[in-house]
């Protein structure tokens, strides 16, 4: 079963908005949650990632809500860009499962011009 | 480039052929993790190798799977007897043993007819 839920299935913002994606997880031994871009016909690209230990996480324009009481976090994009549409993917991973990544079904974001 | 590479980029094959793909991970990374990834969904965990060894393999790789990395620096994945369900993207990643962060190659998109 999938153990990284994420929502929406896709979403699209005018340039300068807030897309916000969902992500939630039940296997408390889960300690690293990263998030991947990824556009058509490439590879996943680490963006940001965090712990638990954290609530919020920024880099540049992107940044983690973490709630560990709930089991969620959540990736925004500030002031989106066109060039930000692509496929956002949350994942999870813990040491003691030797770090192998689940992965949420993905979010494709629009930015419009 | 120092990232991971993967080679063929494109694989066209008919049913009952057998594969083979290859991975080049970041030199000095000792884990390399295989995932695959269907269309319109996150990717999902194959197997992985610490150096040489393979430690993990997931349900989703049946007997027709094999994979190798003989001198713990490139690895392999071969399928034999392709079937249609196995149309997808393969995707390699690598990452220092005892860190969180992998870091994905550009993938082999394998095409059943």
């Known amino acids: 079963q999938q153990q990284v839920k994420q929502s929406p299935q896709s979403l699209i913002v005018q340039k300068g908005g807030i897309p916000i994606i969902n992500c939630a997880y039940e296997n408390t031994a889960f300690d690293y949650f990263p998030w991947y871009q990824q556009f058509p016909g490439k590879g996943p690209a680490l963006l940001i990632a965090?712990?638990?230990?954290?609530s919020e996480k920024k880099e540049g324009r992107f940044t983690i809500s973490f709630n560990k009481s709930a089991k969620q976090f959540s990736l925004h994009i500030m002031d989106s860009q066109p060039g930000d549409s692509a496929t956002y993917f949350c994942?999870?991973?813990?040491?003691?499962?030797?770090?192998?990544?689940?992965f949420g079904a993905g979010t494709t974001v629009t930015v419009r011009a | 480039d120092t990232g991971v590479s993967q080679d063929p980029r494109h694989k066209i094959t008919k049913r009952g052929q057998n594969v083979t793909f290859r991975c080049d991970p970041i030199?000095?990374?000792?884990?390399l993790y295989w995932y695959r990834q269907t269309l319109g969904q996150g990717p999902e965990f194959l197997t992985y190798f610490q150096n040489e060894a393979q430690l993990e393999k997931s349900r989703l790789l049946s007997d027709r799977f094999s994979a190798e990395r003989p001198k713990g620096s490139f690895s392999t994945l071969e399928i034999q007897r392709t079937e249609q369900g196995d149309s997808a993207m393969y995707l390699c990643?690598?990452?220092?043993?005892?860190?969180?962060?992998?870091?994905f190659g550009p993938g082999t998109r394998l095409t059943v007819l």
């Open positions: 030199s000095e990374h000792n884990r």
């Open positions: 965090i712990r638990p230990d954290v």
């Open positions: 994942a999870a991973s813990s040491a003691r499962g030797d770090y192998k990544l689940s």
């Open positions: 990643a690598s990452s220092l043993k005892g860190y969180n962060e992998q870091f």
